[in-house]
């Protein structure tokens, strides 16, 4: 059955983890899992965190959003056992390249607040993108 909007966004805000798909200029669709969180007025906000390692603070997904600002995510439940459980939400976006400084910080508290490693704030930074809109599916109304 589908989500209506009020359901599937508050599907997405209460999640953290998900898939960000964005538009690599010669491959097409390059989706990367991602931890992220939603801010109050409808914005997306991905860490590049100094957590995990990496060879740069530069990462593909960020040139993706320069050359194309469109991006997805995707977030879902799986159940093997319990297939009335199952549903998914897609949030369609688009990058915002200079967020203000506002959203920055409401959307790395929200991220200190639910993922324990990012308390301190240990990001180089974030990469925010605004919901354009959002889809959902679900297999039950549980």
């Known amino acids: 059955m589908r ?7 508050s599907r997405l805000s209460a999640q953290v983890h998900g898939v960000l798909c964005t538009l690599h200029p010669r491959r097409g669709p390059d989706p990367q899992p991602v931890v992220y969180a939603v801010s109050a007025d409808g914005h997306v906000g991905v860490p590049i965190d100094r957590v995990k ?5 530069r990462l593909q997904r960020e040139a993706n959003l320069a050359a194309d600002p469109r991006a997805a995510l995707l977030v879902e439940r799986w159940e093997a056992e319990d297939w009335s459980r199952l549903w998914w939400v897609r949030a369609q976006l688009e990058h915002v390249a200079d967020p203000g400084p506002a ?7 929200r991220l200190a607040a639910v993922v324990p490693q990012y308390a301190d704030k240990p990001f180089h930074h974030l990469l925010v993108c605004r919901i354009v809109a959002v889809t959902g599916w679900a297999a039950s109304d549980g």
Request: proline fraction near 5%; avoid cysteine; glycine fraction near 0%.
């Open 3 to 9: 989500l209506d909007q009020d359901t599937a966004r």
């Open 53 to 57: 390692p990496k060879t740069t603070s």
């Open 103 to 109: 959203l920055l910080d409401e959307l790395a508290d």
